[in-house]
């Protein structure tokens, strides 16, 4: 059974970081790029971060970038998402993603889902 399993969301001050993971079973892991995407109530699902199977070739998009750190340890099956200096506006479920070949940062490319962590941040 593919599973993908997101952990690590909560409630944190704005400022404070959360460490996401994304541990992933059923599939050939190493061969799969990763997103986390997220989506905030009444918002549409945003991609946040990817990262490549091969090389590990990281994208972010601009609301992220330089406050949060993807990576990933095949050998745990696992993808992480490091975010700091997190803002009332990174509140959002957060999702992880797996696609077959190359990253991509449209949500419709991704094979594999998990269900969500909700991350809170609060002012």
């Known amino acids: 059974e593919v599973q993908l399993v997101e952990s690590g969301g909560g409630l944190v001050q704005a400022g404070g970081s959360l460490r996401l993971s994304c541990v992933a079973s059923g599939f050939g892991f190493g061969d799969y790029a990763v997103g986390w995407f997220r989506q905030a109530p009444g918002k549409d699902l945003e991609g946040i971060s990817c990262?490549?199977?091969?090389?590990?070739?990281?994208v972010y998009a601009d609301s992220v970038k330089g406050r949060f750190t993807i990576s990933r340890d095949d050998a745990k099956n696992t993808v992480y998402l490091q975010m700091n200096n997190l803002k009332p506006e990174d509140t959002a479920v957060y999702y992880c993603?797996?696609?077959?070949?190359?990253?991509?940062?449209?949500?419709?490319?991704?094979?594999?889902w998990g269900q969500g962590t909700q991350v809170t941040v609060s002012s």
């Open positions: 990262i490549n199977s091969a090389d590990g070739y990281t």
């Open positions: 993603a797996a696609k077959v070949g190359p990253l991509a940062t449209i949500h419709h490319s991704y094979n594999y």
